[in-house]
C-alpha cells in the first residue's frame, strides 16, 4: 500500500505549459498501472489546464474522466 499518497492530480505538462491529459510528457499510462499495482486507495483529482478544440472546462473535463477510468477499469 501506498499510505503516502492520498491524492493524484491528474494533470500533462508539455513543452509550452499544459497540455491534454495524455498528450504531454507524463507516462500517464504507467502512472496509474504502478499506482494500482501498488494497491493505491486514494483519490484522483481532474485538473482541465487546457479546453482543446475550442470547448469547454465541463467537455475536457469529460474527457479527462473518461482517459482514466479506460485506464484503471479497462474493459
Do not use: N
Amino acid at each position: 500500500m501506498l499510505p503516502q499518497i492520498r491524492v493524484v492530480h491528474a494533470k500533462d505538462a508539455c513543452e509550452d505549459g499544459f497540455t491534454v491529459l495524455g498528450r504531454g510528457k507524463i507516462d500517464w499510462e504507467g502512472q496509474l498501472k504502478a499506482l494500482l499495482q501498488d494497491g493505491f486507495q486514494g483519490g484522483v483529482t481532474i485538473e482541465p489546464r487546457t479546453v482543446p478544440d475550442g470547448g469547454t472546462i465541463a467537455q475536457a473535463s469529460a474527457k479527462i474522466l473518461a482517459y482514466l477510468r479506460e485506464r484503471i477499469h479497462p474493459k
